[in-house]
Every structure is written in C-alpha cells, then in structure tokens.
C-alpha cells in the first residue's frame, strides 16, 4: 500500500511568486490535514478536510493561502503571493475515518518551501 | 487550547546509553498522547501512543514512555539506545473533542554516537 506522497520535495522561489504544493493521501483515507513546521519550531495545524470539505481551517495563517481538495482525493496548497515567513516544512498526513478515539495519522516526507 | 512543551531541543549520547526524552502538556480537557519520530530524510512516523488503560506504553523498537497525569508528563524512554535511533522526536497531542488535530511540541533532536 502507497503511503502519503507530496510533491515537490523542495522549492526555492522568490517572494512575490506563487507556489502550489501537492499531497496524494493514502488511497481510502477520507480525512486529510496540512501542517506547518517553521525553523525550529513546533509543527503547526493548518487544516483539515474531510472528503472534499474542509472541517476546520482554523490554522490557515492568513488569505495568501488557499487549500482545495476537489473530488476528495488529493489536496493542494497553493500560496500566494509567497512571502519570505512562509518558508518551512509544509507536511500533509491522512487518516481513515475512524472511531471517537483517535486512530493514526499517516505523514507524508514534507515539501521544504524556501522563500527568497 | 492544548500545549506540548519538549524543553530539550538536542540530547547527544553515546550508543548503548539510556535515555529519556522528556514531554509535558497543558490542556483544559483530557488528551490522548503521541510521540512521533522523524528519521533524516523521511516523513513522521508514530512511534508510540497513550489512549487509555496501562499508563506505560511501548514500541516494537524498544522505546517506552509513561503518562503520568498528575504531572502532565509523557516522558520518552529507551535504556540502551543505537546509532539508528538518531531522528527528530516529536511529542503531540490530541483533545477528546473536535477533529483530531494533533498539537505538537518542537522537537527533540537525539543525536546518538559510537
């Protein structure tokens, strides 16, 4: 079974462009969540999909980042314009609809964005 | 609102050592508790997890940790470490209400030498 995917593995762009970043969950799993980590810092919630609903957007830091996730099947994270705070590590993890107790959330390896 | 406090950024021990990576939470509300692990190069992994029952919980690689409500603490330990075990430790935790997102601490770099 395919684990949580997420291209591209780094991008290095200016401050003023645009970026979109990719995540493919595991094949079934309905929920799907995108997290920050800035250098040397906690990792952050950003948000939550279920299917193709977003269930909590309450991490999203600001209206220069815009998350879809149409048909419910992968995800993007698109930023625009970048600035140069948005650097980080911005990871994807899916979970398959579960019970009241938490059941695991699977992580992709992380897009390294890099703002110039 | 929860928080997750991992005071130690990087913890350097030699292979064969103990270790014990330490995890302390705030919450208003119960939480479940996680440690997740990342290796170089590669996504996390949930290393372990504290749901409910038997406060101690293990993981197949030999590390253990003990909730400890009184203290708010989720202590990560491991008596004889390896040279593999060199990763990023990422404490976490999530509410008994809302969505599941997990709430994270900043990590904890083991750096483990011969």
Redesign the interface.
């Known amino acids: 079974e395919a684990?949580?995917t997420q291209f591209p593995s780094h991008s290095v762009i200016e401050k003023g462009q645009t970026v979109t970043l990719r995540c493919d969950p595991i094949s079934g799993h309905d929920?799907l969540?995108w997290?920050r980590r800035v250098m040397?810092?906690?990792?952050?919630?950003l948000l939550?999909f279920?299917k193709e609903s977003k269930?909590?957007e309450s991490?999203m830091p600001n209206n220069r980042f815009l998350a879809e996730r149409t048909g419910g099947t992968y995800s993007t994270l698109k930023v625009q314009p970048a600035e140069l705070e948005d650097s980080g590590v911005y990871?994807c993890?899916s979970?398959a609809t579960g019970t009241s107790?938490?059941n695991?959330?699977f992580?992709?390896?992380?897009t390294r964005l890099t703002v110039l | 609102a929860q928080s997750v406090t991992q005071l130690d950024s990087q913890v350097p021990v030699f292979e064969e050592a103990p270790v014990e990576l330490r995890c302390n939470y705030s919450s208003s509300v119960s939480v479940y508790l996680f440690w997740y692990v990342q290796y170089p190069n590669q996504g996390l992994q949930l290393l372990l997890k504290y749901l409910s029952g038997s406060t101690l919980v293990e993981s197949i690689n030999g590390f253990e940790a003990e909730f400890n409500k009184s203290q708010t603490s989720f202590h990560l330990r491991k008596p004889s470490v390896h040279i593999s075990d060199t990763a990023e430790y990422f404490c976490a935790v999530i509410s008994n209400t809302g969505f599941q997102k997990l709430v994270f601490g900043t990590g904890t770099r083991l750096l483990v030498s011969p």
């Not at chain 1, 992580?107 to 992380?110: A, D, I, R, T, V």
């Open positions: 684990g949580v929920n969540y997290y040397g810092k906690e990792i952050k919630f939550h279920v269930q909590d991490g990871f993890a979970r107790v938490p695991e959330q992580f992709g390896p992380g």
